[in-house]
């Protein structure tokens, strides 16, 4: 016999009483703030309300902070011992560490995720990160990557608005330990955390220059690929930027990593633990309301089981708990921006009209803000748009297979090539599995488990090179494959 048992919570709220938000901010660069021009607002996604006011940063903007890695590049982060480098690494993880509860708390306030994801999550990963790169400043000559790898030079970095502090974390703590300087671009949306970053970068005395950080849209970032100044291009985002990148930099000397989109296969075989399965199809689906480019949006179920999952994720989905992003019971959170709000309603329809299932919990959504509840789509073909295209969404689709052979075929009939999930008791089955599927990334009986020892990147329109490892620093030293 099924037992369901329910808890009444009561509401735990986080205080925004550790940051202080300055009502505007200038960019970073050489080491001090300086004012920018004209600026446009951060809003919380869950209330918008308007958080600061952000420089947006121009030709002038870039040009100064380009100009400013590469004096520091050339006078001083590239002639220091890899040990004196790591020092600073170390330093700015362990200020990271420090001032972790307020790190999270912007990235709430600026994101719409889950306090419980950014203090679990997203800012002891960032810390992480910085921390292993620390480790491998002194460490290069033995990291199999040549005698004597040198770094690239300044590099351009634009990244997105899921894991903002973690993106950067990914991007910033590979190219200062291989010896680079670096100009980054947080997301128009998210940009409070690479802000209050820049403020640990002076409390742990970054040589100035080192890091600059200039706030904007995609007309900074086009500035920054373009820049004839830059040496390597870093981007994390959509695939259709990502080809606008790959064209703008292909006549150039610049190397490029890209990590952009996909539609991950998560692949339940009938010999699976369903109960523990369950928890990670919710994981992978609905953590970060599936703002995750690794997210596990194609279920894959084995046809015999199929009844039973759906019947398990339905009543587990009935729990998840939607709403103030600040409460830390709460598993879902606001949807980062109205124009993604649009897009997820868009392509959801898209799923009605083409004969999907709809299914959500019963679930009351917050008057202000943007929203969007844990969705299903059941009777999802291969053709649907909805198994597809990127949703970006709390939204999972999903699809049969009554042979693993079918599984495969399935899981791999994609443009994308990210990330896969297998659900299995049988080693056997699971190591054949991992070897059919096309993705750079595949978990087996978990889903979205991040390390910075472990190489992340795609295959295909998914993108190119690596992030994280060995591999990861590769990305940032001369004449060193990036596969
Ligand atoms: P984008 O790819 O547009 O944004 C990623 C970053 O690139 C942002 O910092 C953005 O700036 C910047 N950017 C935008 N245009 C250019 C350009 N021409 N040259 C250089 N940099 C540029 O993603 P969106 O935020 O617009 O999201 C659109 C869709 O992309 C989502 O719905 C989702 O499907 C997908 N996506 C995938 C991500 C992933 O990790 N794979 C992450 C984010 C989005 P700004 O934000 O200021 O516009």
Redesign the pocket.
């Known amino acids: 016999m099924e037992t369901t048992m329910t808890f009444e919570y009561a509401p735990a709220p986080e205080s925004r009483a550790i940051v202080t938000i300055k009502p505007k901010y200038g960019h970073f660069i050489g080491g001090k703030f300086v004012p920018g021009g004209k600026h446009f607002p951060t809003i919380n996604p869950a209330t918008e309300e308007v958080l600061s006011q952000i420089a947006l940063g121009g030709k002038a903007d870039v040009d100064a902070a380009v100009k400013a890695a590469r004096k520091a590049y050339a006078n001083t982060w590239s002639k220091m011992s890899g040990k004196e480098r790591g020092k600073y690494l170390y330093r700015i993880a362990r200020i990271m560490q420090e001032r972790a509860r307020e790190f999270a708390v912007l990235e709430t306030l600026d994101n719409g995720k889950p306090i419980r994801e950014s203090r679990d999550t997203d800012i002891p990963l960032a810390a992480a990160h910085f921390f292993y790169h620390a480790g491998w400043a002194d460490k290069l000559e033995y990291a199999g990557l040549g005698t004597s790898p040198k770094p690239l030079g300044v590099a351009g970095q ?6 903002p502090l973690l ?1 950067l974390a990914w991007k910033v703590a590979p190219a200062l330990a291989a010896g680079n300087t670096v100009v980054l ?6 940009p409070l955390t690479a802000l209050l970053f820049a403020e640990v970068c002076q409390q742990a005395e970054l040589p100035a220059g080192v890091v600059n950080i200039v706030t ?11 820049h004839p100044g830059i040496d390597k291009i870093a ?8 080809k ?2 790959a064209r ?1 930099v292909a006549p150039t000397n610049k190397s490029v990593t890209l ?4 539609k991950a296969a998560n692949i339940v075989f009938d010999d699976a633990p369903i109960d523990e399965t369950v928890e990670g199809i919710v994981n992978g689906i609905f953590f970060n309301q599936g ?4 997210a596990g949006s194609r279920l894959l179920l084995q046809e015999n089981v199929a009844e039973e999952v759906l019947h398990k994720l339905k009543n587990r989905m009935e729990k998840i708990r939607v709403g103030d992003p600040m409460d830390k019971n709460t598993d879902v959170g606001a949807i ?2 109205k ?2 709000l649009a ?2 309603i868009e392509l959801a329809a898209v799923g009605d009209s083409e004969g999907a299932e709809r299914w959500s919990p019963a679930c009351t959504l917050p008057n202000k803000g943007f929203w969007f509840a844990p969705t299903i789509f059941t009777g999802v073909t291969q053709a649907h748009r909805i198994a597809r ?5 709390p939204v999972l689709s999903v699809l049969t297979f009554r042979t693993p052979a079918e599984a495969i075929e399935k899981a791999n009939n994609t443009p994308f090539g ?1 990330s896969a999930g297998i659900w299995s008791e049988k080693g056997s089955r699971t190591l054949w599995a991992s070897q059919q599927l096309r993705a750079g990334v595949i978990w087996a009986n978990t889903f979205n488990k991040f390390d910075p020892t472990s190489p992340f990147g795609g295959y295909k329109e ?2 190119w090179g690596r992030e994280g490892g060995r591999h990861g620093l590769s990305g940032y030293l001369k004449g060193v494959s990036h596969e």
């Open positions: 634009i990244i997105p608005w899921n894991f993106m671009k947080p997301a128009e949306s998210t904007g849209d995609g007309s900074t970032g086009a500035l920054i690929v373009n981007f994390t985002g959509s695939t259709e930027v990502g606008i990148i703008a990590e952009l989109g996909g703002h995750v480019c690794c980062n921006s124009e993604q897009k997820i295209e990127e949703i970006f969404g990210l998914s993108g």
